[in-house]
Nanobody, 121 residues
Framework: QVQLVESGGGLVQAGGSLRLSCAASGRIFSINTMAWYRQAPGKQREFVAVITSGGITNYPDSVKGRFTISRDNAENTVYLQMNSLKPEDTAIYYC???????????????WGQGTQVTVSS
């Protein structure tokens, strides 16, 4: 079983920055894409950023130019650097990873429990 644990959330004023991290653990053979999603109160969970095993990234327009996703393959960790934060960025941020476990032929998606990000105006 793979576990994803997010950290780095907190309270920040508008215009500030936060860096989220998500560490994967377990009997991991390899990790394909890693991604971040967020869910604001009363809203649907939305895509925030994704990075492939080769380092290709993608972002929605809502965060493009402000957020940067990166990964450390040696540590099985993905990061989300968030700059110029806005109140509308307030949400629970969830880590997602497509992971192939040891002795398994195919990968599966796994989710973390989330970390709260609150941006005050």
């Amino acid at each position: 079983q793979v576990q994803l644990v997010e950290s780095g959330g907190g309270l920040v004023q508008a215009g500030g920055s936060l860096r989220l991290s998500c560490a994967a653990s377990g009997r991991i053979f390899s990790i394909n894409t890693m991604a971040w999603y967020r869910q604001a109160p009363g809203k649907q969970r939305e895509f925030v950023a994704v990075i492939t095993s080769g380092g290709i990234t993608n972002y929605p327009d809502s965060v493009k130019g402000r957020f940067t996703i990166s990964r450390d393959n040696a540590e099985n960790t993905v990061y989300l650097q968030m700059n110029s934060l806005k109140p509308e960025d307030t949400a629970i941020y969830y880590c997602n990873a497509n992971v192939r476990m040891a002795w398994a032929q195919n990968p599966n998606d796994y989710w973390g429990q989330g970390t709260q990000v609150t941006v005050s105006s």
